[in-house]
């Protein structure tokens, strides 16, 4: 899981759920075609905004985006009792 994002994939009797095909540099991240098709095995996967400083927002087709901008840590969870005003 990193900052913004975790990606997960589905695993049934041991084995992850797997693809022949993958694309990269899509010119349009949801839209299948619109990048560069790879024929390589691969994992498939999907990829969830997940973190805490995750910036939600509503997209032109009026989807709810999450990241991959971040709002950043600081002044971090209020669990550690950080404040902005502390150096």
């Not at 075609?33 to 997940?50: C, D, N, Q």
């Amino acid at each position: 899981m990193g900052g913004t994002t975790a990606k997960i994939c589905l695993i049934d009797k041991a084995q992850p759920q797997t693809a022949r095909a993958f694309e990269v540099a899509r010119i349009y991240r949801f839209l299948k075609g619109s990048g560069l098709p790879l024929r390589i095995p691969v994992i498939e996967m999907v990829e969830i905004g997940a973190g805490g400083g995750s910036i939600a927002r509503v997209d032109t087709l009026g989807r709810i985006v999450v990241g991959p901008d971040s709002a950043g840590s600081e002044p971090g969870p209020v669990c550690l009792l950080r404040r902005q005003d502390r150096a």
